[in-house]
């Protein structure tokens, strides 16, 4: 566990109204426009007409054997024990109330789940064979299995409108993905087993498939990692042999989710009829020394660092404890001035309404570290234009204090 460095500086946490767009609730990956400006938050089109394809390899790892069911290895019970498992995880995201995958019934706007039998059917590390298709594989060898990674997704966004990339149709926006792949590792150093198996004698080891595959499919969605340690986007695994959550049911399939998961996806995909989930809180996060970012350096013409950035805002149930959402903060961006602004504004949005609200900052200390939000904080500044900024480093140097501010 990384500890707090010898300087200590302190944060205020100032309450305000604010015009532009902060670092909005939970952490989305982005696309900086190919004609540049404000980074635009990655997503699906989705729409009835334009229904998102889904498919998995049924080629399955056997030597070594990576991956562990309850029914016999090579048999069709095998294949539709693994595809309940995907199917359930994606019905956990599906599941979850005040999302466009509920404003219209998600049957139309999500293409049944297929099956191909080739091993290599993700999308492989050159993009140039980026193949549009949007798969899940468990016998795919790739240079993205550092150590310690049991799983990841890979996936690739527009820059404009009109781009398009393999069998995927072209874009309608800038920051529009347009192609997902999952791959699970098969080199024998992890085992996973199906929900049916875990529990078993030879399922003793395995990570949960199921829990693996939800959190990998939240990146399909375009969400990041989350700093929260209940929610199922924290960057680890559970232990082998665990899982997350509660398993889906037909009364709940988003019973894997965490509060701070549906807030996530509510965010992303809202559901313009929601009633329920439309509240939010802004602010910035400052420093109580406004020496503490003497010597931080312009990010780019016009831009610097004037908030704490990278820290994570927690907005909590004060009547039950429960955390309901979060964000990494400490940027914002607006249309008079497109560029990224580090400045330390923050926005959770889509919280239920009829409910009391505590909020706290901390600093990324603990077992989620700065490293672990790379890609989602980097995109930010991902741009060669005139407008690029330069990405300041994550602000883990603070204690927390807290005032209050005018609107």
Same mark, same amino acid.
């Given at each position: 566990?990384?500890?707090?460095?010898?300087?200590?500086?302190s944060?205020?946490?100032?309450?305000?109204?604010?015009?532009?767009?902060? !670092?909005? /609730?939970?952490?989305?990956? #982005?696309?900086?426009?190919?004609?540049?400006?404000?980074?635009? $938050? =990655?997503?699906?089109? *989705?729409?009835?007409?334009?229904?998102?394809?889904?498919?998995?390899?049924?080629?399955l790892?056997?030597?070594?054997?990576?991956?562990?069911?309850?029914?016999?290895?090579?048999?069709?019970a095998?294949?539709?024990?693994?595809?309940?498992?995907?199917?359930?995880?994606?019905?956990?995201?599906?599941?979850v109330?005040?999302t466009?995958?509920?404003?219209?019934s998600?049957?139309?706007m999500?293409a049944?789940?297929?099956?191909?039998?080739?091993?290599?059917?993700c999308s492989?590390?050159?993009?140039?064979?980026?193949?549009?298709?949007?798969?899940?594989?468990?016998?795919?060898?790739?240079?993205?299995?550092s150590t310690?990674?049991?799983?990841?997704?890979?996936?690739?966004?527009?820059? !404009?409108? /009109?781009?398009?990339v393999? #069998?995927?149709?072209p874009?309608?926006?800038a920051?529009?993905i $347009? =192609?997902?792949?999952? *791959?699970?590792?098969?080199?024998?150093?992890?085992t996973?087993?199906?929900?049916a198996?875990l529990?078993?004698?030879?399922?003793?080891?395995?990570?949960d498939l199921?829990?693996?595959?939800?959190?990998?499919i939240?990146?399909?969605?375009?969400?990041?990692?989350?700093?929260v340690?209940?929610?199922?986007?924290?960057?680890?695994?559970?232990?082998?042999?665990?899982?997350?959550?509660?398993?889906p049911?037909?009364?709940?399939?988003?019973?894997p989710?965490?509060?701070?998961?549906?807030?996530?996806?509510?965010?992303?995909y809202p559901?313009?009829?929601?009633?329920?989930n439309?509240?939010?809180?802004?602010?910035?996060?400052?420093?109580?020394?406004?020496?503490a970012?003497a010597?931080?350096?312009?990010?780019?013409?016009?831009?610097?660092?004037?908030?704490?950035?990278g820290?994570?805002?927690v907005?909590?149930?004060?009547?039950?404890g429960?955390v309901?959402?979060?964000?990494?903060?400490g940027?914002?961006?607006?249309?008079?001035?497109?560029?990224?602004?580090?400045?330390?504004?923050?926005?959770?949005e889509?919280?239920?309404?009829?409910?009391n609200?505590?909020?706290y900052?901390?600093?990324?200390?603990?077992?989620?570290?700065p490293?672990?939000?790379?890609?989602a904080?980097?995109?930010?500044?991902?741009?060669?234009g005139a407008?690029?900024?330069?990405?300041?480093?994550?602000?883990?140097?603070?204690?927390?204090?807290?005032?209050?501010?005018?609107?």
């Open positions: 566990m990384k500890r707090v460095m010898a300087l200590i500086t944060a205020t946490f100032l309450f305000s109204m604010i015009a532009v767009m902060p !670092a909005s /609730g939970y952490l989305i990956q #982005s696309t900086i426009p190919q004609t540049g400006g404000c980074p635009q $938050l =990655d997503r699906w089109n *989705l729409s009835t007409s334009t229904p998102l394809n889904r498919r998995w390899s049924i080629s790892p056997a030597n070594p054997s990576t991956l562990v069911t309850a029914a016999s290895a090579g048999t069709n095998q294949l539709s024990e693994v595809e309940q498992a995907i199917s359930d995880s994606f019905g956990a995201w599906f599941g109330t005040g466009t995958f509920n404003a219209v998600y049957t139309g999500i049944p789940l297929g099956r191909v039998s080739a091993a290599n059917s492989n590390d050159q993009e140039s064979n980026v193949d549009g298709l949007n798969t899940i594989c468990f016998n795919q060898p790739s240079m993205g299995f310690g990674v049991l799983a990841f997704t890979r996936i690739i966004t527009a820059n !404009a409108a /009109g781009v398009s393999g #069998s995927a149709p874009s309608s926006f920051g529009q $347009l =192609d997902a792949d999952t *791959l699970f590792r098969n080199d024998g150093q992890a996973f087993a199906t929900p198996a529990g078993t004698s030879q399922g003793a080891g395995a990570y199921e829990s693996l595959l939800a959190h990998e939240g990146h399909w969605f375009a969400l990041d990692h989350s700093a340690w209940r929610a199922l986007m924290f960057p680890f695994a559970p232990p082998p042999g665990q899982f997350l959550g509660d398993r049911t037909a009364q709940a399939p988003d019973g989710l965490a509060d701070d998961d549906r807030a996530a996806i509510r965010f992303l559901d313009p009829n929601d009633s329920t439309i509240g939010s809180i802004r602010g910035r996060v400052l420093p109580a020394n406004n020496f970012l010597g931080m350096p312009a990010t780019s013409a016009g831009a610097f660092v004037t908030g704490l950035f820290a994570q805002v907005a909590v149930d004060s009547d039950t429960s309901i959402a979060a964000t990494i903060g940027w914002s961006c607006s249309p008079s001035n497109p560029v990224v602004q580090f400045d330390g504004s923050f926005d959770i889509r919280l239920p309404l009829g409910r609200y505590a909020i900052v901390e600093p990324l200390v603990g077992l989620a570290v490293d672990d939000f790379g890609i904080l980097g995109d930010l500044c991902s741009s060669d407008d690029a900024c330069t990405l300041p480093p994550v602000n883990t140097n603070f204690n927390p204090q807290f005032r209050t501010g005018s609107p």
